[in-house]
């Protein structure tokens, strides 16, 4: 194929030799802009010629600053064409943070537009302005030793620091772009349309995966009256829902037939969501919103490996996932890519080998599963003695029909110190008139497995999560509702790993087994006459059974108590519903049961066989049974933890 990677040193000679075989192939296609290949390429030619000019050092770093998606992608060719690296910089950027921006890239000068001349011209750095044809000023600086064959400088997200500036090479671009040609397929024919801003690793992607295959770019395209207008759509899950969602009262389904669409109405053949977590149900949403054969990918591609890390479709899947809600799946490495679990963490080998890098991200390889997502390490939060992960708890809330998404902050912020209570922040689903409040929100959390710890004590609705320009949930522009004051009095707050559920189980464990033990001091003999009567026996044996008789007074009130207050404290160790009943069941009838057991055995004749059957049958064989309940829940681990825990202690060895 003209232009493949095999006879290509740069990544830009692929893009040239689409220029130079199809000069008149649209390249970029705006609502405002149409630039062909042939325009493209002579208007990077053009700015490299005045970069050199300016004495560029080969491998030095240029700060593209623009907000003309196009002009940036000509500043970026134009770069890469005079031998230097690019490094996109929002011109609209506060001042402060651009220029940590900018020195974190050790950029040498900077790219832009007349009109942001004065904005962007900080550090004395020379500015090159597109639209100004005059002599730039000398470059003049001293190139990173380590800049071989670096092509960019790609900026992290930045949701749980500041943004790193992350080299790219054009070796692991190239690799790269080998590796999107063999999973998505673009043909010189697709429109693809890329929504991720310049200024981040997506949009490097997005851009090298449609010019370098000769396709055409479209940007900054609004969805017209006839659809979308794009055969590959690149972009964040909140963005493909709205563009992808049928208009009301829109009929038929485009997999099912039903009427044939115009050709513009076509909903994409491919498209590829990346950026945010997308469940798996949520994926399934999506293909059922394509035609029959069209593809969803749910991609996975931090700064660190270029964008290009894992890809997961649901033809992966050897069978049905129990709870499509409740997972994420990023499924397997991309070619020339490799990923690796270690202590929870998933590591990304880059395309075209090298070392392993951490994402910061949690993982999971469950056996014949697709590697699983399973939330940021950094969004993990501290209550009371131990750690919650918010992810599952926050999938388990989207599940719900009134929710669409929802987060889980800590009181002291995504990533702060020791949270005293949690905050549920929910966008509502476009159909439910209201939210759910708090309890009935914890209810259902618990029917899902979540631990007791990890559930919200407040919920707050929002019409909308607040999200970057990426389309990620930016968690620091949450609010904190204040938590109530009798609450924090009492020590409601999770600093002290009390909740309001634990408070009521701390009253029940102090007066309802009084209560109870009260009442079956007073009504054994009501209910069982004569079956505590100690006439005749010896005095030292007679206050051993009474002894006796007051612990099964005791055991009952304890066992009332745990049946009224106790589900909280198993409920919070996660394990499935069915177990926790079980288990719930099985502790209160070992405590309750001794009481009318043993009065009832002291009445029954021994040669009644009968009744001494009945009396077996009714309390002995059901506390063995409940005593092996009890087991399996206190040793039962889900599959999956044990596969973990079985390769962090293999990891740990090697």
């Not at 080299?167 to 673009?186: F, K, N, Q, S």
């Not at 993982?363 to 399973?374: D, N, S, V, W």
């Not at 079956?531 to 002894?547: E, I, K, N």
């Amino acid at each position: 194929m003209p232009g493949g990677t095999e006879d290509a040193t740069r990544i830009h000679h692929l893009f040239e030799a689409h220029a130079r075989l199809a000069p008149e192939r649209a390249a970029i296609q705006t609502e405002t802009t149409d630039l062909t290949y042939g325009e493209l390429d002579r208007a990077a030619d053009a700015l490299a010629r005045r970069l050199r000019a300016a004495g560029l050092p080969d491998g030095a770093t240029v700060a593209v600053r623009t907000d003309r998606v196009p002009d940036g992608l000509v500043a970026i060719l134009g770069v890469l064409k005079a031998g230097g690296a690019y490094a996109v910089v929002d011109p609209h950027e506060k001042p402060a943070e651009a220029a940590g921006l900018l020195r974190r890239a050790a950029a040498v000068a900077v790219v832009t537009q007349r009109a942001h001349r004065a904005r962007v011209d900080e550090g004395g750095r020379p500015v090159i302005c597109l639209d100004d044809r005059a002599r730039p000023a000398p470059i003049e600086a001293k190139v990173p030793a380590n800049s071989a064959g670096r092509a960019a400088l790609l900026f992290s997200a930045g949701t749980t620091s500041h943004r790193r500036a992350l080299p790219a090479t054009h070796r692991t671009l190239l690799a790269a772009h080998a590796a999107w040609a063999e999973v998505y397929g673009i043909e010189p024919d697709d429109r693809c349309l890329v929504t991720a801003p310049p200024d981040s690793a997506a949009f490097t992607g997005g851009w090298i995966r449609a010019l370098c295959a000769g396709a055409t770019l479209l940007l900054n395209v609004r969805p017209t009256g006839q659809g979308l207008s794009c055969t590959v759509l690149d972009t964040d899950p909140a963005t493909a829902a709205r563009l992808l969602a049928r208009p009301r009262g829109a009929g038929g389904d485009h997999a099912k037939g039903g009427g044939r669409p115009a050709e513009r109405d076509r909903p994409p053949r491919l498209v590829a969501v990346s950026g945010e977590r997308l469940t798996l149900a949520e994926q399934v949403e999506l293909e059922e919103l394509l035609w029959t054969g069209a593809r969803v990918i749910n991609v996975y591609g931090p700064a660190e490996v270029a964008g290009c890390g894992t890809w997961f479709e649901t033809g992966q899947l050897a069978d049905p996932a129990p709870d499509p809600h409740a997972v994420s799946y990023l499924g397997r490495p991309m070619p020339g890519c490799g990923v690796r679990i270690r202590s929870g963490l998933v590591w990304l080998t880059p395309p075209g080998g090298g070392a392993a890098v951490p994402t910061g991200d949690l993982g999971r390889q469950r056996k014949g599963r697709p590697l699983e997502f399973r939330g940021r390490a950094a969004h993990r939060i501290k209550v009371g003695g131990g750690v919650v992960h918010p992810h599952e708890a926050e999938l388990a809330l989207a599940a719900h029909p009134r929710i669409r998404d929802a987060v889980i902050i800590g009181d002291t912020g995504p990533g702060g110190g020791r949270a005293s209570y949690l905050v549920a922040h929910v966008e509502p689903a476009s159909d439910a008139r209201r939210v759910p409040g708090a309890a009935v929100l914890r209810q259902h959390l618990r029917a899902r497995g979540i631990e007791e710890r990890a559930l919200p004590d407040t919920v707050v609705t929002t019409d909308a999560l607040p999200r970057d320009r990426a389309g990620k949930v930016d968690r620091g522009a949450l609010s904190l509702p204040a938590v109530p004051a009798a609450a924090r009095a009492s020590g409601g707050g999770k600093g002290v790993s009390i909740r309001d559920e634990d408070s009521r189980a701390v009253v029940g464990w102090f007066f309802v087994p009084v209560i109870a033990a009260v009442f079956a001091a007073i009504a054994t003999d009501a209910i069982w006459p004569g079956s505590t009567d100690l006439t005749g026996v010896p005095g030292p044996w007679r206050q051993l059974f009474r002894a006796l008789y007051v612990a099964e007074w005791a055991a009952f009130g304890a066992g009332v108590a745990f049946l009224l207050s106790g589900w909280p404290l198993l409920a919070r160790q996660g394990k499935p519903l069915s177990l926790t009943v079980a288990a719930h069941v099985s502790l209160v009838w070992l405590m309750a049961s001794w009481w009318p057991q043993d009065n009832a055995y002291r009445l029954a004749a021994k040669d009644d066989w009968p009744q001494q059957a009945l009396l077996v049958y009714v309390f002995n064989v059901p506390l063995m049974i409940a005593a092996v309940v009890v087991a399996v829940f206190a040793v039962w681990r889900p599959p999956w933890r044990r596969d973990e825990e079985d390769h962090e202690e293999r990891s740990a060895r090697v």
